[in-house]
């Protein structure tokens, strides 16, 4: 009897907590590119790869229709990786090395914190950062190619 007491008594529980998440906040465009552009500023940007916002909201952004409130987060961090990745690729091969130690610098410390709800995804920004101090940019190319191609710099 205790025992279908406990069982009873664990159910009613977590009925009661069981409530529906709320529904994602929509927005349109002209929200977007603004919410875009007020992210932006909270992100540091490698010296010639600062995307040109109002065209990354344009492609990116929901157009006609809306987009979940926030989703300017997750682009704005794969632009951002990008422009790390970019960024050391550019300094190395202008023998920079203070901008490359920079950029290797965020590339261990800054990208792989980015989208918590992706583990997987701050997996491959921390290999990256660890082949990348080894002088292999294998994976900051792959990502390059897979992510970047729509971003204009300025």
Do not use: H
């Not at 409130?69 to 960024?87: D, F, M, P």
């Not at 610098?105 to 800054?110: A, F, K, N, R, S």
Request: include cysteine; aromatic fraction near 6%; charge should be negative.
């Amino acid at each position: 009897m205790e025992r279908k007491l406990t069982a009873l008594l664990a159910l009613v529980v977590l009925a009661g907590c069981s409530t529906p998440p709320p529904a994602p906040q929509l927005v349109d465009q002209r929200r977007y590119t603004q919410d875009l552009k007020d992210g932006a500023a909270r992100f540091t940007w490698p010296d010639g790869r600062t995307p040109d916002l109002g065209v990354l909201a344009e492609r990116s952004g929901p157009g006609p229709d809306r987009a979940p409130a926030g989703s300017e987060r997750i682009v704005l961090e794969i632009t951002n990786s990008c422009a790390w990745y970019l960024g050391w690729e550019d300094a190395r091969k202008r023998g920079d090395q203070a901008a490359a130690a920079k950029a290797l610098d965020v590339m261990g410390d800054v990208l792989p914190e980015f989208s918590p709800e992706d583990p997987d995804g701050q997996r491959y920004a921390r290999e990256t950062a660890v082949r990348a101090k080894q002088g292999d940019g294998s994976l900051a190319a792959d990502y390059v190619t897979n992510n970047c191609d729509s971003v204009l710099w300025r």
